[in-house]
């Protein structure tokens, strides 16, 4: 080959190839496949969860035998707790005996009490606080000395028998009748064994220990009604049992 074909060879431009048409490819529309979303917001679940939860609460509550039924135990209506002429005869006995300094309330039991125990308005299986008692008041002519509380051995409603909550309003133990001092000195009074609080056995005011020191309120008091055959029967609870109660 000689020079000038050499020459043309290498200095005639390289060859293309001519571009290659290439089709468009049409791109998915996304505004003809709607978006998937969850099948329930949380907001709406959280809002219909609470819903259900109030309404089987309002059932519960409404309905008898409910599943918060036990939390809230009937109250027991008006019931006979005691005969007038049992407690009436116990406390004559003792004043016959001389005894009756102690007879009000003997832990050993060998004495003739004129006061009971009971439970209302619910039982010690629902509140062992609702322990209350029943007093034959002693008359004022046993020559103990009265304090400034009270001036009379009466119920405030002039009756012989009254009746308390036991519970302390001082710091909830319960109270027992007994006699604070020595025959011809002293008062019969509800006495708390825990802290030494005292109350007046014809209304229930404390009149000794913390409870007196402090302030407090009077015992809760159960209301009874006597009937011509001496059944004694608990009709209403004035004060909240471990606080007290305003009104006389």
């Not at 089987?56 to 509550?61: D, F, G």
């Not at 012989?160 to 007994?178: D, E, I, K, M």
Request: glycine share 10%; aromatic share 8%; with cysteine.
């Amino acid at each position: 080959m000689d020079d000038d074909q050499q020459q043309r060879k290498t200095s005639s431009p390289a060859t293309s190839l001519p571009p290659v048409s290439v089709a468009a490819q049409p791109q998915p529309s996304t505004a003809s496949v709607p978006a998937k979303g969850p099948l329930i917001s949380r907001r709406v679940f959280l809002v219909g969860a609470l819903g259900a939860s109030a309404l089987l609460t309002v059932a519960s509550v409404a309905g008898s035998g409910g599943i918060l039924g036990p939390l809230f135990p009937p109250k027991e209506p008006p019931t006979v707790i005691a005969k007038a002429t049992d407690l009436e005869s116990k406390y004559q006995a003792a004043v016959s005996s001389s005894d009756v300094y102690t007879a009000l309330g003997d832990p050993s039991n060998t004495k003739e009490y004129f006061s009971q125990f009971f439970y209302w308005p619910y039982t010690i299986s629902d509140s062992p606080y609702y322990k209350n008692i029943v007093v034959r008041l002693p008359d004022d002519n046993l020559g103990v000395q009265l304090t400034d509380r009270s001036t009379v051995y009466t119920a405030p409603t002039g009756g012989r028998f009254v009746a308390y909550n036991t519970t302390c309003v001082h710091l909830q133990c319960l109270v027992n009748p007994g006699f604070a001092g020595t025959p011809g000195s002293g008062q019969f009074r509800l006495q708390c064994p825990c802290h030494g609080s005292q109350y007046n056995l014809a209304d229930g005011v404390p009149v000794a220990g913390p409870a007196y020191d402090l302030g407090l309120l009077p015992l809760p008091k159960v209301e009874l009604s006597i009937d011509a055959s001496g059944n004694i029967t608990a009709t209403n609870i004035q004060g909240q049992i471990g606080v007290g109660r305003t009104s006389q």
